[in-house]
């Protein structure tokens, strides 16, 4: 089974950039999908991206807000894989989650539910 660990978490200002990492241990990781997640205090967790197994395919998150400011990639070679995160504002302070399923080849998932392994989560915070 994989292992999963975020990082490249902190502090930053209002338009800022940062690259989350999500290092992979213990598994194949080029035979998993991975997704990005994120939750707020008193919010529901939010799907900010996948990538299928082999970057042949990703799909955008579902905040609106998001959508042409964060982006999902991978690299096998590292197992390792990341969100970068630009124009970033004071609303995307939350702990941010990378999670991985075992890849179907054909579909990649939006739902938390839909991914069995998951980091510890990083936390990001946005000041004004």
């Known amino acids: 089974q994989v292992q999963l660990e975020e990082s490249g978490g902190g502090l930053v200002q209002a338009g800022g950039s940062l690259r989350l990492s999500c290092a992979a241990s213990g598994g194949a990781f080029s035979t998993y999908d991975l997704a990005w997640f994120r939750q707020a205090p008193g919010k529901e967790r939010e799907f900010l991206g996948a990538?299928?197994?082999?970057?042949?395919?990703?799909?955008?998150g579902t905040p609106v807000s998001v959508k042409g400011r964060f982006t999902v990639s991978r690299e096998n070679d590292k197992n390792t894989g990341y969100l970068q995160m630009n124009s970033l504002k004071p609303e995307d302070t939350a702990v941010y989650y990378c999670?991985?399923?075992?890849?179907?080849?054909?579909?990649?998932?939006?739902?938390?539910?839909?991914?069995?392994?998951w980091g510890q989560g990083t936390q990001v915070t946005v000041s004004s």
């Open positions: 999670a991985a399923r075992v890849s179907t080849g054909y579909n990649l998932y939006r739902e938390a539910s839909d991914y069995h392994y």
């Open positions: 990538i299928d197994w082999n970057s042949a395919s990703t799909i955008d």
